[in-house]
């Protein structure tokens, strides 16, 4: 490398660069996912207080690593939802369901979470389906995002892996060997999320994944992790707010209380999981990768020198 090139490379204001493409990064992940004025208002209280859980860490030098991962969660969170459909579609052509729970769900007392729409109000309908429309990836996001702003490359891991990444795998033979259809559809009520189907079959594949809810055991890895930060704003917002998403699943009328219950077993043991591959992987990370990663200013030797 010349010298010029050297002088121009410590001339220019990477941090800043940095911060810029982080920016539209997040931006970018909030348009794909069509986030709403809520949306955002959460993610900026969520944000509020992140600098008491940054870590000690420079800028430039988080960056090297923590943009290209939120650049490789982005990508795949606009290619992934084609992805789960494709596999949906598979499931419901191939019928490979050897046991229909729709019966034995129903029989069970208090089971259809009834009981959680006692007290209803056409305003609390439209709270509750904001909730539950944008909290499977909502709550996985704020965490993520706020993770990036905490200069901390394995909480983004520790919070990317306890959500999709490894519960979409793991989910699938539940999927596969039970059909167990939607609270509503069951019982033959209305859909409180007045979703529009162009077919039969569209709809059937929509309600008949239900054990255990995915939507459950999302928000319950994050709220299971938010628990291990120090800010309680975010830490109280996360637990309100992963809490409404699992209320809403029940409100609307869409998961059995024994989905939710095996959503928030299954999430404790994928946190559980994820928090084993990540102490295996760092582990297995070389010593001068973690020196890299570690040293607090990649410009410190050459400002020292000039």
């Known amino acids: 490398m010349s010298a010029k090139w050297k002088r121009w490379m410590a001339s220019q204001d990477w941090e800043m660069y940095g911060i810029l493409a982080s920016i ?20 900026l209280i969520c944000l509020m207080g992140v600098r008491k859980d940054q ?5 430039k030098r988080f960056f090297v690593v923590g943009i290209p991962l939120l650049g490789i969660f982005y990508y795949f969170y606009g290619s992934g939802n084609g992805l789960w459909w494709k596999i949906a579609n598979w499931m419901f052509e191939n019928n490979r369901h050897p046991w229909n729970w729709d019966a034995f769900m129903r029989s069970i007392p208090l089971n259809d979470a009834a009981w959680a729409r006692h007290f209803h109000h056409p305003a609390a309908d439209r709270i509750m ?22 200069r901390s490359v394995k909480k983004m891991l520790s919070y990317a892996l306890s959500g999709h990444l490894l519960q979409f795998p793991l989910i699938l033979p539940f999927y596969n060997l039970i059909l167990l259809r939607e609270v509503w559809w069951v019982k033959g009520q209305p859909d ?10 569209d709809l059937l594949m929509n309600v008949m994944n239900c054990f255990p809810s995915m939507h459950t055991s999302i928000s319950f890895a994050m709220l299971l ?15 309100a707010y992963c809490s409404a998403i699992i209320f809403s699943t029940m409100y609307l009328q869409i998961h059995w209380v024994l989905d939710v219950i095996a959503g928030m077993a299954f999430a404790y ?3 559980k999981l994820a928090d084993l591959l990540i102490h295996l992987a760092v582990r297995l990370v070389p010593g001068r990768l973690k020196g890299f990663y570690t040293n607090k200013d990649p410009f410190q030797n050459k400002t020292m020198a000039a």
């Open 225 to 239: 992790l938010a628990l291990r930060e120090k800010d309680r704003l975010f830490k109280y917002t996360m637990v």
């Open 192 to 201: 409180l999320l007045s979703r529009q189907f162009a077919t039969q079959n």
């Open 269 to 271: 043991g994928v946190v």
């Open 24 to 43: 539209f990064l997040v931006w970018r992940i909030g348009v794909i996912g069509n986030w709403s004025f809520g949306c955002w208002a959460l993610l």
């Open 129 to 150: 389906v904001w909730i539950y429309n944008y909290g499977f990836v909502l709550s996985l996001w704020i965490c993520i995002v706020r993770s990036f702003w905490t």
């Open 55 to 59: 870590v000690d860490m420079d800028w």
